[in-house]
């Protein structure tokens, strides 16, 4: 079914099931002629009508079992600056270079690896350089890390020192990050909150002691908190703790990465923006700290990290709350003979390859798809909150694409860090995606591709559908049947 043309001089062409088994292709509700079901399956694509008419020819509305989700390319909330487009050492030799490029990163933290710093460099991305995990693996002993706070001049030089070698390098830092996970452990010891604010303040002096322009992101914190009577560091005292210091914060970060401070912590994708509300509003109560920027520098979970639906759902949550940058956490997965390995040393680049293998998984193509939407980002609706989607539309090429992805369990099945139980998996749903698309001309290609939520090495995305369609003035509506829990998919459409 590839280039077929679904044309009407009156109305656009409508594909609609009946009872009888097979669908027909209809204007203004009078069948043109008949396809065969197995047809259907194969187009896997519904050109639909607009307004009422679209409602009637497309049959069920938005349901349990179809959801319904809108793109407009005629309205713009800013440009597409692929915010979520950032990654944590993870590169090694086996790391394809040109496949890491097509990714077009944006952002990126390292502390010793080279040749994560080549890839962040050579990619233009912003860079940030983790001098707590310098710190960590240059003290490292049987008991763990020596903490700071043992001997605050040996950690004072050694920052300076560090600063200075990686200047004397000719490594150009966007960021300095003096502290990671500050309400967590350092090796078996949790810091008061006191020891914290004084570890960021020594080391600010030490990197500015060598770089008196350095800008620094902190503090960093495992999960956001802004609670300041709990018993770790939290982003009221620290931001409280730099006013009344005079300290530099250029940037202010914390992890999105699940439930890490309370049984009653939410860390979804739909809380993320929650979150950087919240902050937005204790920065503005702060104005001497002047225009901090907003950076997410580890999200998602270990849980989720590898499901493309749910890549697409932070990703979306990411653009929607406008961020300056964020950056995709590394955890453990197994390499290619089995072995459990670390995402973040191996060559994974935090997930999208197989550890030591080089090879592309399911989320790599999630996060390639997402790479191509340039131009402005387009407002997107859906009737489920477990249906998402992303969409830019560009008006150099006239181009609308959507990154829709499905997000409701997580279990054992899908993958093995997942709690949720066998039973909660969903039954498919069908999606009708609704795309208003600008100065549409008379004829437009639609191409449909799907991200399967599967483990192991993968070629490519799946090809659904690619169609030429005759757009008669209004919205196109395109049918995605059965989606699946954990996948995604990618709907381009372009002029002809």
């Known amino acids: 079914m590839r280039g077929s043309t679904v044309t009407s001089r009156t109305l656009l062409a409508v594909f609609n099931r009946n009872p009888g088994g097979h669908g027909e292709v209809m204007a203004v509700g009078r069948p043109l002629f008949r396809v065969s079901r197995a047809c259907a399956a194969a187009l896997g694509l519904v050109a639909a009508l607009a307004g009422s008419t679209l409602a009637r020819a497309a049959g069920a509305p938005c349901s349990a079992t179809v959801v319904c989700v809108s793109a407009d390319g005629t309205r713009s909330l800013g440009p597409a600056s692929l915010v979520a487009q950032g990654f944590i050492h993870g590169v090694d030799p086996t790391t394809n270079p040109g496949l890491v490029a097509a990714l077009r990163p944006r952002a990126w933290l390292y502390d010793d690896n080279e040749a994560a710093y080549a890839s962040a460099a ?65 090796g078996a010891q949790r810091g008061t909150p006191a020891q ?52 530099p914060v250029d940037a202010v970060a914390w992890h999105e990465v699940g439930n890490r401070v309370s049984a009653a912590y939410r860390g979804g994708p739909a809380d993320l923006i929650d979150h950087v509300n919240a902050a937005r509003r204790l920065l503005a109560a702060r104005p001497s700290l002047g225009r901090p920027v907003i950076v997410i ?91 998402t989607a992303f969409s830019t539309y560009d008006p150099g090429s006239s181009t609308l694409r959507v990154l829709l992805g499905r997000h409701q ?15 909660t998996v969903p039954p498919p749903v069908d999606v009708a995606l ?44 395109l049918r995605l049947p059965g989606v699946v829990d954990g996948d995604a998919y990618v709907v381009t459409v372009r002029p002809l």
């Not at 990197?207 to 018993?231: C, I, K, Q, T, W």
């Not at 997580?410 to 066998?422: K, Y």
């Not at 939520?453 to 690619?466: D, E, H, Q």
Request: proline share 9%; charged share 15%; glycine share 8%.
């Open 122 to 186: 050579s990619n233009g991305a912003s860079i940030t350089y983790l001098l707590s995990d310098a710190w960590e693996k240059a003290t490292a002993g049987p008991q763990g890390p020596q903490v700071p706070w043992q001997n605050w001049a040996t950690y004072s030089r050694f920052i300076a020192n560090q600063v200075r070698q990686v200047l004397a390098a000719g490594q150009t830092v966007s960021y300095w990050s003096i502290q990671s996970e500050p309400d967590g452990l350092i």
């Open 409 to 423: 369990s997580c279990t054992p099945d899908v993958r093995v860090d997942c709690p949720d139980p066998a039973s």
């Open 196 to 247: 914290m604010l004084r570890e960021y303040a020594i080391g600010v002096a030490a990197v500015r002691s060598v770089d008196p322009h350095a800008r620094f992101v902190g503090p960093n914190l495992a999960a956001y908190n802004d609670n300041p009577a709990s018993p770790t560091i939290d982003l009221v005292r620290f931001l409280d703790f730099a006013v009344a210091n005079r300290l």
């Open 434 to 477: 609704r795309l208003t698309v600008p100065n549409a001309p008379s004829l437009v290609s639609v191409d449909v591709e799907r991200v399967p939520n599967s483990t192991g090495a993968m070629a490519g995305p799946v090809p659904v559908s690619s169609s030429t369609v005759a757009v008669g003035g209004g919205p196109l509506t």
């Open 297 to 387: 520098n580890e999200y998602q979970s270990n849980a989720t990290h590898l499901i493309p639906g749910w890549s697409v759902a932070w990703i979306a949550a990411l653009e929607a709350a406008g961020v300056t940058q964020a950056n995709r956490a590394c955890w453990h997965e197994p390499d290619i003979t089995g072995r459990p390995i670390a995402e973040c040393s191996e060559g994974s680049v935090d997930g999208l390859f197989i550890p030591e293998s080089g090879l592309p998984q399911a989320v790599y193509f999630v996060h390639r798809a997402y790479a191509d939407m340039a131009g402005n980002k387009a407002p997107t609706s859906t009737t489920n909150a477990a249906v």
